[in-house]
């Protein structure tokens, strides 16, 4: 059973920058997505499990950076200027198993942390 634990979630101004943390219990091929108060859960980034291939949103894309360090089993992402409209509770999801293809889409995820809130203020 693959086991996922987010941190690093707080609330900050925009402008701030956050790294989430996602421990696992292995290493697999690995997601952050994000449901915003209101609204369906949305892929932000994606990293396959040697880090060498990385994907993210266009909402994203040249603000967040995700990494890991296999040494850990811990897969990163940092959030430089955050903005109000980032506010969401972000999951981290892994593919689990010797899945080594990188999907954008919730439903290729079988497994999922619990969250960690981030809220950007105004």
């Known amino acids: 059973q693959v086991q996922l634990v987010e941190s690093g979630g707080g609330l900050v101004q925009a402008g701030a920058s956050l790294r989430l943390s996602c421990e696992a219990s292995?290493?697999?091929?690995t997601a952050w997505f994000r449901r915003a108060p209101g609204k369906e859960r949305e892929f932000v980034s994606a990293i396959n499990q040697d880090g060498g291939n990385t994907y993210y949103s266009d909402a994203v894309k040249g603000r967040f950076t995700i990494s890991r360090d296999n040494s850990v089993n811990t897969v990163y992402l940092t959030m430089n200027n955050l903005k109000p409209e980032n506010t969401a509770v972000y999951y981290c999801a892994a593919r689990g198993g010797r899945i080594t293809i990188v999907q954008t889409v919730s439903r290729a995820y079988s497994f999922w942390g619990r969250g960690t809130q981030v809220t950007v203020s105004a």
């Open positions: 292995g290493r697999f091929v």
